[in-house]
């Protein structure tokens, strides 16, 4: 499907209306949006606006990693929305000429129904002109980061506070879920702010003082999403180190316990060892109060070992 906007040399707003008539209307500006396209659709990138056949290809074949390249007459720029339910990337590419805005996509891209209902809104705002119109559907997909990002804060910080001994496993299978989400972010943000910085920085494109300014806010932005990413992403390292560290000392305090129940144990099955090998000459064996005197010498002797590691502080760990 194709949609188009564009703004007639009387400052008018019109919706809809077939390409062959674009040059006929003396348009000041105006937008076309291939939403979900046909093949049909698709041959109008070369036979209607003649792009470059590395840019068409770029449309066609996807996911591409975020970028902007200038060609001769107008820049083409790659731009990743992200769905907030998956976050799986979504490519939205863009065509920035000299008084028209393409934008071509093969997803519903929710960024791009809010950026044509800002225009039926705000209709006296756009003789500023198709440059404003492509600053607003970067801003609108940069500003769809913004509660990802918050929900996984939220959700991390859930995770510190009610971190515990018996809630490890949940939260550290959790935890690496998040740093898997985070990577998936990272993949998209930071090329996403690397094609800014070339805009802003670029002599091909041409952007007056105003422009700039709206496009430097955009940028602020993803610097200040990928501090938020890396921020994240140091927190579930610390929740993982805690985690593990947790774990350790659990693992710790099984030992030990099982080292002095162990040690409690040795000489009472030395004892009983010697008094099982049924010698014809153990007199013990014939005693007649022997095997009392046994059992009493094997709980003493378990007593004190007891009372020793207590002297020692080794059961301290396992009062709770």
């Known amino acids: 499907m194709i949609q188009t906007i564009g703004l007639t040399s009387d400052d008018e707003l019109i919706f809809d209306f077939p390409l062959d008539e674009i040059k006929g209307l003396a348009l000041q500006w105006y937008w076309v949006d291939f939403n979900q396209p046909d093949n049909n659709e698709e041959s109008k990138l070369q036979s209607f606006f003649n792009f470059h056949p590395l840019a068409i290809e770029d449309c066609l074949h996807r996911l591409q990693r975020p970028k902007l390249d200038y060609y001769d007459t107008y820049a ?21 000429g000299e008084n028209y805005i393409v934008t071509f996509h093969y997803d519903e891209i929710e960024e791009l129904a809010d950026a044509r ?7 006296k705002k756009w003789p500023r002109g198709h440059v404003f119109k492509a600053y607003q559907i970067i801003d609108k997909v940069v500003d769809h980061y913004f509660p990802i990002l918050y929900k996984i804060e939220d959700q991390l910080d859930e995770i510190e506070d009610e971190l515990s001994p018996s809630t490890v496993h949940l939260s550290m299978d959790y935890v ?33 003082t105003e422009e700039r300014k709206y496009f430097t806010d955009i940028y602020d932005h993803l610097l200040r999403l990928g501090e938020m990413i890396e921020a994240n992403r140091e927190l579930t390292a610390d929740i993982r180190d805690s985690q593990l560290s947790i774990n ?37 064996l014939h005693w007649r109060f022997g095997y009392p005197i046994v059992l009493g010498a094997m709980f003493i002797t378990g007593l004190l070992m007891i009372l020793w590691f207590k002297y020692r502080g080794w059961l301290r760990m396992f009062k709770s």
């Open 76 to 96: 083409f720029f790659v731009l990743h929305s992200i769905r907030h339910d998956s976050l799986t990337a979504e490519e939205l590419n863009l065509f920035l």
């Open 117 to 123: 209902e800002a225009i039926k809104r705000d209709s």
């Open 176 to 208: 690496f879920e998040v740093r898997s989400d985070l990577l998936r972010l990272r993949r998209t943000i930071f090329p996403m702010r690397e094609l800014l910085y070339k805009m802003l920085h670029s002599q091909q494109l041409v952007l007056l």
């Open 248 to 284: 350790s000392n659990r693992m710790n305090s099984i030992m030990m316990m099982l080292t002095i129940v162990s040690s409690i144990f040795i000489p009472l099955t030395f004892i009983a060892g010697v008094y099982g090998m049924n010698f014809d000459r153990m007199p013990e």
